[in-house]
């Protein structure tokens, strides 16, 4: 397999640019990364990250509407969009080859010399509160809000990354602003590249187009810990739809904790595959659901591991009593055939994607703005390589306590189902 080399330059204002050169493909991936997401907000200001991402695009100095900025990268083939998690927002395109340079000014342009215009802020917080409903309407993403909620109780890691439509509503365009220029600074922006590009001649653009860009302004927010939920937590919603979407997961653990990776492959065996238990187990043996899956997430000072499904109002106790009883059963036993494929499958998957240039620059991009150090391909293959059997089981017995499960349900919930699942769980 290719081994990925990089280069990394840190301007004077304290920019962090980052570049791999992949010599024989067409396309370059270039992302702007900023440290701050909704996490980074008071309860007054929920939504303002997003409701940033949101204007920047909306016109500069030198591109008054929105159609001259993204007419950049699109009129030439590439694609461009942005998004807002609770750590980072980021700014993306790929973009041919020979245009990487204008795909890197337009960002730059962006950065520093949006308008923020009141009417383009109004205009665009009515596109987010119909995003708001979009995701509230989905009973998917309305039972994975409803987690992060229990999960996270009173802090913003359990808000919406997009805030609520109220709390959009009330930010004024000088508190914008003002979140904005304590955030957007050139010690907390990373610039990630790949593609057929030299690292000098990026560094050297980078220098000219950003240098007024600030490097510090004073920002007195400090950012807690959020204390995770402590007990079980089961919550449901009723909703007229046609199954019941649930979601029953626990805290995690932080990306800097290596045991991580231990707790990555235990998801796969449990859930990221067709192959996994709760798929053998829910759908293929049971019936009970046409998807079943687990994911995790890492964070600055926690995390998550979730289960998700859609199943039948009736089948709800049976696919929880199932997910239980199969979590039950992986901190007793864990083989070494399992343990292995699962190592395949999560080294395979990081090979492949990294083919794609956009993959590779979020993959450099995203350890150093989170974590300013880049551990390489090489790297990871060995830590995963490394975690043994004992390894997982440790991590299931240590994640895996019922007396802090979480599971939030939305769908077709009557009362008889929520006074059988009342009495069971408690």
Same mark, same amino acid.
Request: some cysteine.
């Given at each position: 397999?290719?081994?990925?080399?990089?280069?990394?330059?840190?301007?004077?204002?304290?920019? !962090?640019?980052?570049?791999?050169? /992949?010599?024989?493909?067409?396309?370059?991936?270039?992302?702007?990364?900023?440290?701050?997401?909704?996490?980074?907000?008071?309860?007054?200001?929920?939504?303002?990250?997003?409701?940033?991402?949101?204007?920047?695009?909306?016109?500069? @100095?030198?591109?008054?509407?929105?159609?001259?900025?993204?007419?950049?990268?699109?009129?030439?083939?590439?694609?461009?969009?942005?998004?807002?998690?609770?750590?980072?927002?980021?700014?993306?395109?790929?973009?041919?080859?020979?245009?990487?340079?204008?795909?890197?000014?337009?960002?730059?342009?962006?950065?520093?010399?949006?308008?923020?215009?009141?009417?383009?802020?109004?205009?665009?917080?009515?596109?987010?509160?119909?995003?708001?409903?979009?995701?509230?309407?989905?009973?998917?993403?309305?039972?994975?809000?409803?987690?992060?909620?229990?999960?996270?109780?009173?802090?913003? /890691?359990?808000?919406?990354?997009?805030?609520?439509?109220?709390?959009?509503?009330?930010?004024?365009?000088?508190?914008?602003?003002?979140?904005?220029?304590?955030?957007?600074?050139?010690?907390?922006?990373?610039?990630?590249?790949?593609?057929?590009?030299?690292?000098?001649?990026?560094?050297?653009?980078?220098?000219?187009?950003?240098?007024?860009?600030?490097? =510090?302004?004073?920002?007195?927010?400090?950012?807690?810990?959020?204390?995770?939920?402590?007990?079980?937590?089961?919550?449901?919603?009723?909703?007229?739809?046609?199954? =019941?979407?649930?979601?029953?997961?626990?805290?995690?653990?932080?990306?800097?904790?290596?045991? @991580?990776?231990?707790?990555?492959?235990?998801?796969?065996?449990?859930?990221?595959? /067709?192959?996994?238990?709760?798929?053998?187990?829910? !759908?293929?043996?049971?019936?009970?659901?046409?998807?079943?899956?687990?994911?995790? &997430?890492?964070?600055?000072?926690?995390?998550?591991?979730?289960?998700?499904?859609?199943?039948?109002?009736?089948?709800? &106790?049976?696919?929880? @009593?199932?997910? &239980?009883?199969?979590?039950?059963?992986?901190?007793?036993?864990?083989?070494?055939?399992?343990?292995?494929?699962?190592?395949?499958?999560?080294?395979?998957?990081?090979?492949?994607?990294?083919?794609?240039?956009?993959?590779?620059?979020?993959?450099?991009?995203? &350890?150093?703005?989170?974590?300013?150090?880049?551990?390489?391909?090489?790297?990871?293959?060995? @830590?995963?390589?490394?975690?043994?059997?004992?390894?997982?089981?440790?991590?299931?017995?240590?994640?895996?306590?019922?007396?802090?499960?979480?599971?939030?349900?939305?769908?077709?919930?009557?009362?008889?189902?929520?006074?059988? /699942?009342?009495?069971?769980?408690?």
């Amino acid at each position: 397999m290719n081994k990925i080399t990089f280069n990394k330059s840190t301007l004077d204002n304290g920019l !962090r640019i980052l570049s791999s050169r /992949m010599p024989y493909t067409n396309s370059v991936g270039i992302v702007f990364l900023v440290g701050c997401g909704s996490r980074n907000e008071t309860d007054k200001l929920a939504g303002v990250s997003h409701l940033i991402e949101h204007v920047l695009f909306k016109g500069t @100095k030198n591109k008054k509407t929105p159609k001259l900025i993204s007419s950049v990268v699109e009129d030439v083939g590439g694609s461009i969009n942005a998004f807002t998690d609770k750590e980072v927002t980021g700014y993306w395109c790929k973009i041919p080859v020979e245009n990487f340079c204008e795909g890197i000014s337009l960002f730059a342009d962006m950065f520093l010399n949006s308008l923020f215009r009141i009417g383009d802020i109004n205009k665009e917080k009515k596109v987010i509160y119909e995003e708001i409903r979009s995701s509230y309407d989905s009973p998917a993403n309305h039972a994975n809000l409803l987690f992060e909620n229990i999960l996270w109780p009173n802090h913003p /890691m359990g808000r919406d990354i997009a805030g609520s439509i109220n709390s959009v509503e009330n930010i004024s365009r000088d508190s914008l602003l003002s979140f904005y220029k304590k955030k957007y600074t050139s010690s907390n922006t990373v610039i990630s590249v790949a593609g057929n590009i030299n690292h000098n001649k990026i560094v050297d653009l980078i220098s000219k187009i950003l240098h007024k860009y600030k490097k =510090v302004n004073k920002d007195n927010m400090k950012i807690s810990a959020p204390k995770t939920n402590a007990n079980f937590k089961l919550k449901f919603i009723n909703k007229k739809t046609e199954q =019941v979407h649930i979601n029953i997961g626990f805290a995690g653990i932080n990306y800097l904790d290596d045991k @991580k990776y231990s707790l990555s492959l235990l998801s796969v065996i449990l859930g990221e595959t /067709m192959g996994s238990r709760l798929f053998e187990e829910i !759908r293929e043996s049971r019936g009970l659901a046409y998807n079943i899956g687990s994911n995790v &997430q890492y964070f600055k000072d926690t995390g998550s591991f979730v289960i998700d499904s859609a199943v039948e109002p009736k089948n709800v &106790q049976e696919t929880i @009593k199932v997910v &239980q009883n199969e979590l039950e059963k992986v901190k007793e036993s864990i083989t070494e055939e399992e343990l292995l494929k699962a190592k395949k499958y999560t080294t395979g998957k990081m090979h492949m994607r990294l083919e794609d240039t956009m993959s590779i620059t979020n993959f450099l991009g995203f &350890q150093e703005i989170t974590s300013g150090k880049i551990q390489t391909i090489e790297d990871i293959t060995k @830590k995963i390589n490394d975690v043994t059997t004992s390894c997982v089981k440790e991590m299931a017995n240590n994640i895996f306590d019922k007396t802090k499960m979480v599971i939030s349900g939305v769908g077709p919930i009557d009362k008889n189902l929520k006074n059988s /699942m009342d009495n069971y769980f408690y």
